[in-house]
């Protein structure tokens, strides 16, 4: 994987220093909170209900095994020994005290890791597919164009005061692991028709309180424009949005009052006017960059393990950790293992720093030192030897996190919700939990199959509800926390809105009203038919009679 | 009648504090109680000035139960008690009568947000 260079080693380090000393300012007095708070919220530093929070970014989702270990020691000794992975494939440590925030600065640049650009409206973190580099689905490793654009954005001047923050996502499969189509810059890697490599560029994307979809303003953007392209489309969108109200300034407002096609012609013009060749990456530090991914050697290795088929024979749970958690990998011999942070019963996305310590350890022993992390809050082993996976599930069920259930019912997507968030309404993670328990059993939850449920804890959407094949959204009805479901979203590449089902409903009866949903869709669908699928077809009437019957 | 207490953010630790005598104290139960809108007006002054101290000061309702302070809205009652989620952190943790209180009261509450003066005191 890529490894930062002196260059970017003094960035982060020059970062921790500066922030070090403007904390000292703040302790003194010299700096009025008024103040400080947007250079902390520069270094991802939050204040919530309980503590500071503060977020560290993890480039397009990857992370080497001792980048976990170090982010393990810092739950350890400063937080309470867990922490959080996030929608946004970033991980938050939810107790952090501000007197510890310099040290762990320092502490994390000694391993490349850092803190910005996780808030403020700047460019953040981009991510991509977690099965970069590892799925043979890929057009192209996503990786070398999210560095490209991690080095172009990082500390941008241009674009560290934009209207709103900006997010980009970029995916190299057609099979969209990334919800692209609701970023402000969703990028899907493409070949042309005589090959060239290019992005789609689909531009408007975003949940919160105005949902939209992204359009497509570009349908093949020859691969090496990429930055100058991004360019345009940042200072088209730090010219023209609005900076007058907060609740419309993302790119999402200007793309739907433009109409997407008259945003595309102020793009295109804005590109013709600029330098090109001055901001697209020269084709040498593409090819090094290229290079820092492609450092994996892999072993000639027959396509199907006799050891793997054994075992799987043998234990149960090992065959059903296959058939939900390990994907294709592109090379003969391998698997792509996904690590579930949803074992029934405990928080969505939180992982201890044993379990970190634990999975790097595997990840050093079976698969290259890589970790990912996912935009559902799971991790992947992208590289392990078939041969290798019955290991790996002994070494995932030691720390409790074999739950074969990647995509299923109880792989649940919530934010820390009113439990841990000061922007929350209602809380996220109890409802997680009571509606996982319900499909705890593996192999009632396999009989549902493919089910993505998605909660927010508020509007602003962490937990994408908008695209939750079923979306909880927590809202305050008169001092009580309920909850408005929606039907029918989609983040992947059939990416859609849920349709809202009907009145919020009471906290106690969200998990029921999954229940009855589910039990609609057992009865309707027809075979090969997933929830989402069975809804497109049937629609919502079947499923708000059955629930809101029961209500009455 | 209805009476309140402020409370804030530690600035260095993030925690969650509550006035009582001229300081900060971490329980709820130690909390000063104000009857009296103007005194809590003026409390609440001398509070915000402490800026080396502490965040954004404000006040909150509270109820009393069993003589114990209990805020009124949820919010506030997660923020004395610690994340519903996880009962070994924060205040929670250390028990107690004051806790024990809150806790029993942990359902819902008359509003979500506890602070006062979004909605003008009369």
């Known amino acids: 994987m890529y490894r930062y260079d002196a260059i970017d080693a003094a960035i982060v380090a020059d970062r921790a220093a500066e922030f070090r000393g403007q904390v000292a300012r703040r302790l003194s007095g010299e700096l009025s909170e008024d103040q400080f708070k947007p250079l902390r919220l520069m270094n991802g530093l939050y204040l919530q209900l309980h503590a500071y929070m503060l977020r560290v970014a993890i480039p397009y989702g990857t992370l080497s095994a001792d980048q976990l270990r170090r982010l393990a020691l810092i739950a350890r000794r400063f937080d309470k020994g867990f922490g959080h992975f996030t929608t946004r494939t970033n991980i938050q440590f939810n107790w952090i005290r501000l007197g510890d925030a310099p040290d762990i600065l320092d502490s994390l640049a000694e391993v490349g890791l850092h803190a910005i650009q996780t808030s403020g409206n700047c460019i953040r973190n981009t991510t991509a597919d977690p099965y970069a580099g590892a799925t043979a689905e890929e057009i192209d490793d996503p990786r070398v164009w999210s560095e490209a654009i991690r080095q172009w954005s990082t500390l941008h001047p241009e674009f560290t005061y934009l209207p709103r923050k900006f997010k980009i996502a970029v995916t190299g499969a057609a099979k969209d692991r990334t919800a692209a189509r609701v970023h402000d810059i969703g990028l899907k890697l493409r070949r042309s028709r005589d090959g060239e490599l290019g992005f789609e560029v689909m531009v408007g994307g975003g949940m919160g309180r105005t949902p939209y979809l992204g359009q497509t303003i570009r349908e093949h953007l020859p691969a090496r424009h990429l930055l100058s392209y991004l360019t345009a489309i940042l200072r088209t969108y730090n010219r023209l949005g609005r900076r007058d109200n907060i609740y419309k300034a993302r790119i999402k407002i200007l793309v739907a009052s433009l109409g997407a096609e008259a945003f595309g012609r102020e793009v295109e013009a804005e590109w013709a006017e600029l330098d090109q060749a001055a901001i697209d990456l020269p084709d040498i530090e593409l090819a090094r960059i290229r290079a820092a991914f492609n450092d994996i050697a892999f072993e000639d290795l027959p396509p199907v393990s006799a050891a793997l088929n054994a075992a799987k024979a043998a234990d149960l749970s090992l065959a059903r950790f296959v058939r939900n958690n390990v994907a294709a990998h592109k090379v003969p011999g391998y698997g792509i293992v996904n690590i579930s942070l949803k074992t029934p019963g405990d928080v969505p996305g939180d992982c201890t720093a044993d379990q970190m310590d634990a999975i790097a350890a595997l990840a050093d022993t079976y698969g290259f030192g890589e970790i990912r992390v996912t935009h559902a809050q799971n991790l992947v082993l992208p590289h392990v030897k078939l041969d290798d996976v019955p290991a790996v599930h002994a070494g995932l069920q030691q720390i409790g996190l074999a739950a074969a259930n990647i995509d299923l019912a109880s792989d649940i997507i919530a934010c820390p919700g009113l439990d841990f968030c000061a922007l929350a309404n209602a809380r996220a993670i109890p409802i997680a939990q009571a509606i996982a328990a319900r499909f705890a059993e593996p192999a009632m939850a396999e009989r549902v199959g493919e089910l993505k449920i998605k909660i927010s804890g508020c509007i602003n959407a962490c937990g994408h509800h908008h695209v939750g094949h079923i979306g909880i959204l927590g809202v305050d009805k008169k001092g009580e926390e309920f909850y408005q479901l929606t039907l029918g979203g989609s983040g992947a590449e059939d990416a859609s809105l849920g349709e809202v089902l009907g009145p919020a409903l009471p906290a106690d009866r969200v998990a029921p009203s999954v229940d009855t949903l589910v039990d609609v869709y057992l009865r309707e669908r027809t075979p090969g038919e997933r929830f989402l699928d069975t809804y497109r077809r049937v629609g919502l009437t079947a499923f708000r009679s059955a629930v809101y019957a029961e209500a009455l | ?122």
Request: charged fraction near 20%; charge should be neutral.
């Open chain 2, 1 to 122: 009648m209805s009476e309140a207490v402020i409370t804030a953010n530690s600035l260095v630790a993030g925690d969650v504090v509550f006035w009582a005598g001229g300081g900060w104290v971490e329980a709820l139960a130690d909390a000063e109680r104000f009857a009296d809108p103007s005194a809590l007006d003026t409390t609440l002054q001398t509070a915000k000035g402490q800026t080396t101290t502490v965040i954004d000061p404000y006040a909150i309702d509270i109820v009393l139960e069993g003589g114990q302070p209990v805020p009124a809205s949820y919010r506030e009652r997660i923020r004395a008690l610690g994340p519903t989620t996880h009962p070994d952190h924060g205040k929670q943790a250390r028990g107690g009568a004051g806790v024990e209180a809150i806790a029993a009261h942990a359902g819902a509450g008359v509003r979500s947000s506890g602070r006062l003066g979004l909605i003008r005191r009369k």
